[in-house]
Structures are given as structure tokens and as C-alpha cells.
């Protein structure tokens, strides 16, 4: 495997139309989350991703078992609840530049993995290993399921890239999501945290600043993530260096673009690309993904990405 990822994916039900949920009529579902969005970007791009997680044996467990498997991840890992449910959370296109979203994942099946579901060999041969700060929140198994993923690709050799993905909704309380969060940090060789998520750990600081406390912790490799602006990365061989996103004309769903960053940068190392190319890679991922509305479908393949890099799509093609 390229890159192996560990963490809960939801049924996500999106309005049809904008505007408050309460006024909503008719939805589309669709699947959704961090890690998976990620080993999809990468299997789309031409890389060999596994996702593994744990889903409820129900219509939605078997829906997204399908869909997943049918975009080229492995989840040969992924094992199934008969007692708890699938996730599932609601989108709400609130009004332009307002989108929020709501919850229903307490007690899935995700939240209840364990480190004994986990066996080595599902890592140790992966050059990369993915994780987020989502799935250490979702209770204290999922915290000794990430520690165990961690110390089996520390002695393997694998690579551990952390994106923090915040997510205060599902922390007990600020405080533990802090003291989480950083330990995970210092435990990676990579981390890619957006402004919002290093002001949270950090307090009020210039991206240059935050860039340095996460080195402090002992983290190798840092791309921050600064939305439309592109990133600034810096490790012990590329001083911190600003890399211009892409523009783009009207952000259609925000949801997913930090996984498709992250999808981006990964496939860009993988292919062997400098990390300032990978980070372009990223941005240009992270763009395109913000133009369609669903956490994965508008992630491109090898093809499109190009295209869209080298600033050569057209409107209409014929």
C-alpha cells in the first residue's frame, strides 16, 4: 500500500436546494469523510490507498462498503456492527458562504473500534500512514486504536502525516481536543493544519509563528494551509516558502477541500515531486474539489487535475 488510512465515514444527506435545513424538502446521499475522502483522492490519482473503519450492518453500511470499494480503495480491514449503526450527518447550504453541518454519530459502529480490530500487517507495509484528529474524538477505544496504528508504523518505518481536522462538536471539551490534538502532532513526521486549527492550539500568532511551534513539537514536515491564499510549508531541506492556490470562481461546497489538499500533497510525494510541488499538487486539489457539491465528487483523476493545473480546461468541450 501507498498510504493507509484509519477513521469513521458517514451517510451524508445534502438539500437539494439552499437555504435553512428546517425548509428543506428532498435530499441526495452521498458518503462522506476525512479519511476516506483521502484514499479516494489518491486511488483516483493512480496510488494503491486502504481505508480501514468499522460500519453498521445496515443499508448504509452496505451502500458505502460498495461505493468505496468500487472507487479502487482497499477495505479488506473495514468490519462491520451488527449492534450499531452507520453514521450519518446532514449538510446545510445555509446561504452563500455559510455552510454547516449536523452530527448523528453518536455510538455508530466507527465509535466503537477497537486497537484488537487492528492487526499489524494492516499497516507495516504502507510508505505512508494518514490520520486525523477526528477519530481519537470519537471515544477512548478509537484514542487506543490510533495509538496502536502509530507505534506499529513507527517500528515499521512508515511515514505519519496528521491533518488535526478539529471537529469541537464531537470533543468532550476544548481542553482535551488541545491536548489530543498536540500529541498527535509530535507523534508525525508530516502534520497539515489549517490557520484556524493552529490558532486553536497555539493562540493568536503570524503563519510563520505557528509553522515554528509545530516544529517545537518535534514535527519534521509542515504544511499549513491558508484556503484560497495556498499554503506555506516548511521542513529541515525547504525553508518556510509561500505556495499560491488556485483561483476560483464560486466555492459550490468547502466540504472535503483539506482532505483533498491532503490527497494532493501525498500524491505529489509519492509520485516524488519536491515538497513544494506536492503542496502545488495539493492546492490545485483542494480547489477543484470546492467547485462540486459532495465531499468526493470533485475529486479528479490523473487526467483532469493536469488539465486544470496547467490552466488549460475549457467551459464547454466538444
Known amino acids: 500500500m501507498d498510504v493507509v488510512t484509519i477513521g469513521e465515514t458517514m451517510t451524508v444527506f445534502t438539500p437539494n436546494e439552499e437555504g435553512p435545513l428546517r ?7 452521498k458518503f462522506g469523510g476525512a479519511e476516506s475522502n483521502v484514499a479516494i483522492g489518491l ?10 473503519s468499522r460500519l453498521g450492518e445496515d443499508e448504509f453500511g452496505d451502500a458505502m462498503h460498495s461505493f468505496i470499494r ?3 480503495v482497499d477495505v479488506s480491514y473495514v468490519t462491520r456492527d451488527a449492534n450499531a449503526p452507520t453514521g450519518v450527518f446532514f449538510k ?15 455510538d455508530s459502529a466507527a465509535s466503537k473500534m477497537t486497537a484488537e480490530l487492528l492487526p499489524e500487517h494492516a499497516i507495516q507495509d504502507a510508505v505512508y500512514l494518514h490520520i486525523t484528529g477526528i477519530t481519537p474524538a470519537l471515544g477512548k477505544s478509537c484514542q487506543l486504536l490510533i495509538d496502536k496504528a502509530i507505534r506499529i508504523a513507527k517500528e515499521t518505518g512508515t511515514k505519519i502525516v496528521f491533518d488535526p481536522n478539529i471537529r469541537l462538536k464531537i470533543w468532550a471539551d476544548e481542553n482535551e481536543a488541545r491536548h489530543f490534538i ?8 508530516i ?7 493552529a490558532e486553536f492550539l497555539f493562540g493568536s500568532n503570524t503563519p510563520e509563528q505557528f509553522i515554528d511551534h509545530f516544529h517545537e513539537l518535534g514535527v519534521e514536515t509542515v504544511l499549513l494551509k491558508l484556503g484560497k491564499e495556498g499554503s506555506i510549508i516548511s521542513s529541515p531541506s525547504v525553508p518556510k516558502t509561500h505556495v499560491p492556490g488556485f483561483f476560483v470562481d464560486r466555492v459550490v461546497d468547502p466540504i472535503g ?25 495539493g492546492n490545485a486539489m483542494g ?19 493536469d488539465l486544470f493545473m496547467s490552466g488549460g480546461a475549457e467551459d464547454v468541450t466538444r
Open 182 to 189: 498536540t500529541k498527535y502532532a509530535s507523534e508525525s513526521d
Open 191 to 197: 502534520v497539515m493544519p489549517g490557520v484556524a486549527e
Open 23 to 29: 425548509h428543506a424538502r428532498s435530499f441526495s446521499m
Open 92 to 106: 446545510e447550504f445555509r446561504r452563500l458562504n455559510d455552510t454547516r453541518v449536523y452530527y448523528y454519530r453518536k
Open 70 to 72: 468500487g472507487e479502487g
Open 287 to 305: 480547489a477543484m474539489v470546492t467547485m462540486v457539491n459532495g465531499d468526493v465528487e470533485g475529486l479528479p483523476i490523473r487526467d483532469d487535475l
Open 43 to 52: 486511488s483516483r490519482l493512480g496510488h494503491r490507498s486502504r481505508w480501514i
Open 257 to 281: 477541500a483539506g482532505d483533498a489538499f491532503a490527497s494532493g500533497v501525498l500524491s505529489g510525494l509519492l509520485d516524488g515531486l519536491a515538497l513544494e510541488e506536492a503542496a502545488r499538487r
